[in-house]
Every structure is written in structure tokens, then in C-alpha cells.
T-cell receptor
Framework: TQLLEQSPQFLSIQEGENLTVYCNSSSVFSSLQWYRQEPGEGPVLLVTVVTGGEVKKLKRLTFQFGDARKDSSLHITAAQPGDTGLYLCAGSSNTGKLIFGQGTTLQVKP | NAGVMQNPRHLVRRRGQEARLRCSPMKGHSHVYWYRQLPEEGLKFMVYLQKENIIDESGMPKERFSAEFPKEGPSILRIQQVVRGDSAAYFC?????????????FGPGTRLTVT
């Protein structure tokens, strides 16, 4: 059974600080996706990483896929209150279904 | 360019009734996935469908739950004889036929409450 361990589960920081969220597994994934979910809404796709070692940047967000395609990280630089939300990583199996981590609830205080 | 649409957004059913959840994928997408998010839990895969075919139903409960994606019309997730434990948010996602990276785009979800 493929599992994704996401950490930390909760993170409360001050505006301007940096943070990193980790997503780890013992399984290899075809690709890994990061989503952000607001209360009462569906997950919104932020990025997809496919190649081992791949790094993608989205403004102040940096996403990395591990060389072995088993883990990933999300780094936010100079966090803003607007970054507050639930961040989810999800690994794609060969059949296409997504295996989700438990999520990281981020609170950025002004 | 409409995204994935789900209706109803909120559904209240009494125990023993049937719940029907609908999902219209993004234009041009022929792959549909259903996920369930229980309170205080993560998203769990339920079923993967293409037009008129169930590809992977490994996450579906064995009884009372069924899904279809007909040639015409939306995908339907059907829950018969609902119980309180079925209360959850149900999300549908779609992906393009030719997507090599399996990107999935989610709808806003249907929040089912069983009373």
C-alpha cells in the first residue's frame, strides 16, 4: 500500500518567515502534485513534478521532487498572511489515482 | 472555460435514503476520479472512471456505493441507504485524456450530511 507522510501537520509562523513542508514515502510515484485547499472548497492544483530531482518555482513557492521520486518538499519564502491555508501533497500511482498526504495547515500571522 | 462542476454543493439525507452526487468534468476531459474527505481526515481515493468504463474501484466500499460515467451526461456517485458514517465531503476530479503527468483538477465538492 502506498502511503505519503506529510509534515508538519500544523505550522503557525509570523509574516516574513520562511518554511518548508515535507512529503515522504517509501514508494516511488509517477508524479507528485501539490494542492492548496481553502475551507469549503476543493483542492486547487499548484504544481506537478514528474522528473526525479526536478525543481519548480511559483513566485515565493519552491517545489522539489526527490531524486528517487519518493519524496518532495514545498518551501515558502517570506510567508504572507495570504499564504494561510491547507497544503496537500499527492502522489500519482501508475493507474492515475492520487494518494494524498494528511495535509499541512499553515497559519501566517501578520 | 468552466472548471469541474459538482452538484449539489450541499446535500442532507436521512438515514436509509439515497444520495446522488453529480460531476461534470472540465471540457475535453474524459477521465473522472472520485475522492472522499471525512472530517479531520485526508482525501481518500474512491473510484476512477472513463466514459462508460470503471477503471479502478479499489477505494469504493463494497456495499451501497456505485459510480458511473455514461456516454452522455455527468458522472454520478450513488450511495444507497445512507448511514451517519457517510457524512463527508465528496470531491470529483478530472484529467485530460492525453495527460502524461496525471494532473487532476478538482471540483468544489458536495458536502453530504446524514441525519
Amino acid at each position: 500500500t502506498q502511503l505519503l507522510e506529510q509534515s508538519p501537520q500544523f505550522l503557525s509562523i509570523q509574516e516574513g518567515e520562511n518554511l518548508t513542508v515535507y512529503c515522504n514515502s517509501s514508494s516511488v510515484f509517477s508524479s507528485l502534485q501539490w494542492y492548496r485547499q481553502e475551507p469549503g472548497e476543493g483542492p486547487v492544483l499548484l504544481v506537478t513534478v514528474v522528473t526525479g530531482g526536478e525543481v519548480k518555482k511559483l513566485k515565493r513557492l519552491t517545489f522539489q521532487f526527490g531524486d528517487a521520486r519518493k519524496d518532495s518538499s514545498l518551501h515558502i519564502t517570506a510567508a504572507q498572511p495570504g499564504d494561510t491555508g491547507l497544503y496537500l501533497c499527492a502522489g500519482s500511482s501508475n493507474t492515475g489515482k492520487l494518494i494524498f498526504g494528511q495535509g499541512t495547515t499553515l497559519q501566517v500571522k501578520p | 472555460n468552466a472548471g469541474v462542476m459538482q452538484n449539489p454543493r450541499h446535500l442532507v439525507r436521512r438515514r436509509g435514503q439515497e444520495a446522488r452526487l453529480r460531476c461534470s468534468p472540465m471540457k475535453g476531459h474524459s477521465h473522472v476520479y472520485w475522492y472522499r474527505q471525512l472530517p479531520e481526515e485526508g482525501l481518500k481515493f474512491m473510484v476512477y472512471l472513463q466514459k462508460e468504463n470503471i477503471i479502478d474501484e479499489s477505494g469504493m466500499p463494497k456495499e451501497r456505493f456505485s459510480a458511473e460515467f455514461p456516454k452522455e451526461g455527468p458522472s454520478i456517485l450513488r450511495i444507497q441507504q445512507v448511514v451517519r458514517g457517510d457524512s463527508a465531503a465528496y470531491f470529483c476530479a478530472s484529467s485530460p485524456r492525453s495527460s502524461a503527468s496525471y494532473e487532476q483538477y478538482f471540483g468544489p465538492g458536495t458536502r453530504l450530511t446524514v441525519t
